[in-house]
C-alpha cells in the first residue's frame, strides 16, 4: 500500500516539473512582451497608418534619392565598422590568448576599460584627437608630412574610426574566451602533421572561431546601425545615417510617422543582418564539416 502511495506521489511530482520552468520564465517572458514587443508593435502600427495605405509612407520613404543614399551609406559604415572591429579585436584576442597569466589579464582590462565609459565620453575624446589643433593634425604638421590641418572630423571615416574604437573591445571579449577554449592538443596536432603558421590560423583556428565571429558580427554590425552619439558628434548633417535621420524627423521636424518608418527600417535591417550572418555562419560549418 506504501509503496502504490509513493508512486502515486513521485508520480504527481513528475506531472508538477514540467511546469516549473515556465513558472519560473513567465515574469522575464512577461516583461520583454511589455517592454519590447509592444513598443515595437506599436511603432510599426504607427508607421502602417499613412492615410494613403499601409505601405505608402514605406513606398514614399525608399523611392527618395536622399534616403536611399542615407541607407546605402549606413550600409557602409555599419559593414566597414564591422570587419574593421572583428580584424582588430581577433588580432588583440589572439595576442591576449598567448600572454596569459597577470600581465594578460591587466593588458586585458586596459582594452575593454572604454567599455567602462559612455559612448558620448569616448566620441567626444575622439573629437580631441581629430580636431583641426587635435593630437594627429599637430603630430603631422610637427613631423612636416602637412602644411595645413587636415579636414579629419564630421566625416564617415570620422565615423568609422569612432564606431570600431566603440564595438572592438566587444569582439576582444567575445573571441579571446574562444580562442583559449580551442585545446592546445589540436594546433600541436596539426603542426605535428607539417601545417604551416598560416594553414594552422586558416584551417584549424579561424574554422573553430566562426560561431564566435558571427556573434561578434551580429553584435558590431547592428550596433553600428543604431549608434546615434558617435554619429552624431563625428558625423555632420551632409553625412546623415538613419539613426541621426530618425532624429532629426522626430525632434527637429516632428515628423513623427517619418521616424517611425525610419525605425521600422532600422528593425527590418537588422534582422536582414542577423538572418544573413547566421547564413553564412551554417554555411561556413558545413565548409568545415
Same mark, same amino acid.
Given at each position: 500500500?506504501?509503496?502504490?502511495?509513493?508512486?502515486?506521489?513521485?508520480?504527481?511530482?513528475?506531472?508538477?516539473?514540467?511546469?516549473? %520552468?515556465?513558472?519560473?520564465?513567465?515574469?522575464?517572458?512577461?516583461?520583454?512582451?511589455?517592454?519590447?514587443?509592444?513598443?515595437?508593435?506599436?511603432?510599426?502600427?504607427?508607421?502602417?497608418?499613412?492615410?494613403?495605405?499601409?505601405?505608402?509612407?514605406?513606398?514614399?520613404?525608399?523611392?527618395?534619392?536622399?534616403?536611399?543614399?542615407?541607407?546605402?551609406?549606413?550600409?557602409?559604415?555599419?559593414?566597414?565598422?564591422?570587419?574593421?572591429?572583428?580584424?582588430?579585436?581577433?588580432?588583440?584576442?589572439?595576442?591576449?590568448?598567448?600572454?596569459?597569466?597577470?600581465?594578460?589579464?591587466?593588458?586585458?582590462?586596459?582594452?575593454?576599460?572604454?567599455?567602462?565609459?559612455?559612448?558620448?565620453?569616448?566620441?567626444?575624446?575622439?573629437?580631441?584627437?581629430?580636431?583641426?589643433?587635435?593630437?594627429?593634425?599637430?603630430?603631422?604638421?610637427?613631423?612636416?608630412?602637412? +602644411?595645413? %590641418?587636415?579636414?579629419?572630423?564630421?566625416?564617415?571615416?570620422?565615423?568609422?574610426?569612432?564606431?570600431?574604437?566603440?564595438?572592438?573591445?566587444?569582439?576582444?571579449?567575445?573571441?579571446?574566451?574562444?580562442?583559449?577554449?580551442?585545446?592546445?592538443?589540436?594546433?600541436?596536432?596539426?603542426?605535428?602533421?607539417?601545417?604551416?603558421?598560416?594553414?594552422?590560423?586558416?584551417?584549424?583556428?579561424?574554422?573553430?572561431?566562426? %560561431?564566435?565571429?558571427?556573434?561578434?558580427?551580429?553584435?558590431?554590425?547592428?550596433?553600428?546601425?543604431a549608434a546615434f552619439a558617435t554619429a552624431r558628434l563625428l558625423g555632420s548633417e551632409r553625412h546623415m545615417i538613419? %539613426?541621426?535621420?530618425?532624429?532629426?524627423?522626430?525632434?527637429?521636424?516632428? +515628423?513623427?510617422?517619418?521616424?517611425?518608418?525610419?525605425?521600422?527600417?532600422?528593425?527590418?535591417?537588422?534582422?536582414?543582418?542577423?538572418?544573413?550572418?547566421?547564413?553564412?555562419?551554417?554555411?561556413?560549418?558545413?565548409?568545415? +564539416?
Open positions: 500500500m506504501n509503496s502504490v502511495v509513493q508512486t502515486a506521489q513521485q508520480g504527481g511530482k513528475a506531472d508538477k516539473r514540467p511546469a516549473l %520552468p515556465f513558472v519560473l520564465a513567465a515574469p522575464a517572458v512577461f516583461a520583454l512582451l511589455v517592454f519590447l514587443v509592444l513598443p515595437v508593435a506599436v511603432l510599426i502600427g504607427e508607421s502602417l497608418t499613412g492615410p494613403g495605405g499601409a505601405l505608402e509612407p514605406y513606398v514614399k520613404f525608399l523611392s527618395s534619392g536622399y534616403n536611399q543614399r542615407v541607407i546605402w551609406r549606413t550600409l557602409q559604415i555599419a559593414g566597414a565598422t564591422t570587419l574593421l572591429a572583428l580584424a582588430l579585436g581577433l588580432i588583440v584576442a589572439s595576442a591576449l590568448a598567448r600572454i596569459g597569466g597577470t600581465l594578460g589579464q591587466i593588458l586585458l582590462f586596459l582594452c575593454v576599460f572604454p567599455l567602462l565609459t559612455s559612448a558620448l565620453v569616448r566620441s567626444f575624446a575622439w573629437m580631441v584627437i581629430l580636431g583641426r589643433q587635435g593630437l594627429v593634425n599637430t603630430g603631422l604638421q610637427g613631423i612636416g608630412l602637412i +602644411d595645413a %590641418p587636415l579636414s579629419l572630423l564630421f566625416n564617415p571615416t570620422a565615423m568609422v574610426i569612432g564606431l570600431v574604437y566603440l564595438f572592438t573591445p566587444l569582439a576582444i571579449l567575445t573571441l579571446k574566451g574562444a580562442i583559449e577554449a580551442i585545446a592546445p592538443q589540436v594546433r600541436e596536432a596539426a603542426t605535428t602533421l607539417g601545417a604551416t603558421p598560416i594553414r594552422l590560423f586558416t584551417q584549424v583556428t579561424l574554422p573553430l572561431l566562426v %560561431p564566435s565571429l558571427i556573434v561578434s558580427a551580429v553584435l558590431i554590425f547592428t550596433g553600428s546601425l538613419l %539613426p541621426t535621420l530618425l532624429h532629426e524627423k522626430v525632434m527637429v521636424s516632428f +515628423d513623427w510617422a517619418a521616424g517611425s518608418v525610419i525605425a521600422a527600417v532600422m528593425l527590418v535591417l537588422s534582422f536582414a543582418a542577423i538572418t544573413l550572418f547566421n547564413a553564412l555562419g551554417r554555411r561556413a560549418n558545413r565548409m568545415v +564539416d
